[in-house]
């Protein structure tokens, strides 16, 4: 498994892989705009030549590393690749940017990301009513490691 920058060729497939993922993909307009804001913060996890996962963050004015997207293939879930790519995509917002400080939501349902995040050091911090636009909550998680 690799880690690298996505491309902008790359976001047609990445595309793909967020209408596997989520019922409520963001819309390529999204990808192309997080790509080009941040692409040193857009990563793709290859296996064979194959995009299998990524993770999308910005740097927020309020100095938090914001983590607005992280998905993997559901075939090749359960194999480290959405842990590395948290670990990566962290790393590198302290080495490019200094930050030290991360956050993202999470749906209040969503027991797997929740067991992954906390696995890596987030830590509930709020309860966001009606934050997703099916009407449930989402818990805003924080790591802090300055
Ligand atoms: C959440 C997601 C990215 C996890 O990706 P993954 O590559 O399967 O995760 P990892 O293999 O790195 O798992 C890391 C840790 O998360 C937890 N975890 C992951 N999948 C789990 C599962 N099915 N059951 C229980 N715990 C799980 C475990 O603590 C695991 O560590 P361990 O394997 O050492 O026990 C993936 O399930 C996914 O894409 N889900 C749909 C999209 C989504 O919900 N994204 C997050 C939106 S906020």
Sequence with gaps: MNIRRASQSDLTTIFELEKKCF?????MELLIMLQSLYPELFLVAECNNVIVGYVASVIRTDGFGHIVSLCVDPEY?????????????EELMKKLFNVCLYRLEVRVSNFIAIMLYESIGYRIQARIPRYYSN????YLMIKDVC
């Design 77 to 89: 879930r359960r194999r480290g690749i959405g842990k590395q790519l948290m670990t990566k995509v």
């Design 135 to 138: 009407g449930e909550d989402a």
């Design 23 to 27: 019922n409520d993909p963001y819309p």
